[in-house]
């Protein structure tokens, strides 16, 4: 078997792996922080201001990020 064909499958297997505990089948709620990052970064797609109308005290790349993850998702967790 090619190198990169081991390199492939292996990463494909990892990635389903590191998915597979968000799969909403299994959680249909996220968790209590992703829950938070969600709604400000939620918040955020609708157009409003990260910390003067949502209001949390981490950096702004973690909610860029989520809305990002939003936005690609289409509102899913999967996103």
Do not use: C, R
């Not at 959680?27 to 990052?37: A, H, I, L």
């Not at 955020?44 to 860029?64: C, N, Q, S």
């Amino acid at each position: 078997m090619p190198k990169w064909l081991w390199f492939s499958i292996t990463a494909l297997v990892l990635t389903v792996l590191v998915m597979l505990p968000i799969l909403p089948v299994i959680q249909q709620t996220p968790e209590k922080n992703s829950g938070m990052f969600l709604y400000t970064a939620q918040q955020m797609v609708e157009g409003k201001t990260l910390y003067k109308e949502v209001w949390d005290h981490k950096p702004p790349l973690i909610f860029a990020i989520n809305s990002l993850g939003l936005i690609l998702g289409k509102g899913s967790l999967w996103g």
